[in-house]
């Protein structure tokens, strides 16, 4: 096995929530509901809850698990039909994964264009607050970063791990090798009630897309 890359912004120590029940409890539901509303009106394609999905219908569905994490595997690959045989992630799997993660910020993520980057179109992309996608690599150029902070080799997960915040594991667990998937993530399945790294604020929401390249 080799050995893992870890990646600082998607592993921690545990936090522990200062915030009153009642203050918390209004943080979340908002972001829950900010959450369910953009994916079912604004997200594209719009997507339904997966209670409401009926089999064979092949529309597009989102999973929820956790308090809260959103989950959309791409259809493309959800339907695929030799997807049944592709390795699924577990408890007890090592997942090599390829991601960008993002603020959420109760609006549509745009992602690199399918032409290529160039200073036209670079504003009209979302700014990451972290990748290790090597196509991200010519937008962190043009953003003015630099680059030696930055690993682009892919993330070797180990799902037994401590550390790897709740919303990336419970988003990865299901998962098969090849799927491409986004995970919407209220605070307290990502970096809780503290302000981490200075530059993600206190109970920030964030989203994770990331595609499954290896499944162990």
């Known amino acids: 096995m080799p050995m893992k890359k870890f990646f600082l912004s998607l592993f921690l120590p545990a936090l522990f929530f200062s915030a009153g029940c009642s203050e918390e409890e209004d943080v979340l539901g908002k972001q829950k509901s900010n959450m369910v509303s953009f994916l079912e009106r604004t997200h594209r394609p719009q997507l339904i809850p997966e209670e409401d999905y009926e089999e064979g ?4 569905f989102y999973t929820t698990s ?6 959309y595997i791409d259809q493309e690959d959800y339907f695929n039909p030799d997807r049944d045989n592709w ?16 603020v959420f910020t109760n609006s549509a993520i745009t ?9 036209s179109n670079f504003s009209r992309v ?4 972290y990748s290790n996608d090597p196509a991200f690599i010519t937008y962190f150029r043009l953003a003015g970063l630099t680059l030696g ?3 682009f080799e892919p993330l070797e997960v180990d799902m037994r791990d401590p550390g790897i915040i709740k919303g990336l594991r419970l988003a990865l667990l299901g998962c098969r090798e090849g799927d491409r998937v986004e995970a919407y993530m209220t605070y ?5 009630d503290k302000t981490y790294m200075y530059f993600l604020p206190k109970e920030t929401p964030v989203a994770i897309f990331f595609s499954v390249d290896k499944v162990e």
Do not use: K
């Not at 956790?66 to 989950?71: I, K, L, Q």
């Not at 979302?126 to 607050?129: H, K, S």
């Open 57 to 60: 219908s092949r529309l597009p």
């Open 66 to 71: 956790g308090d809260a994490v959103y989950r």
């Open 87 to 102: 390795p699924v992630v577990t408890e007890n799997s090592w997942a090599t994964i390829t991601f960008t993660a993002y």
């Open 111 to 119: 992602g690199l264009p399918d032409g290529g980057l160039n200073e």
């Open 126 to 129: 979302t700014m990451p607050y």
């Open 149 to 151: 902070v930055w690993d």
């Open 188 to 192: 307290n399945m990502a970096y809780g």
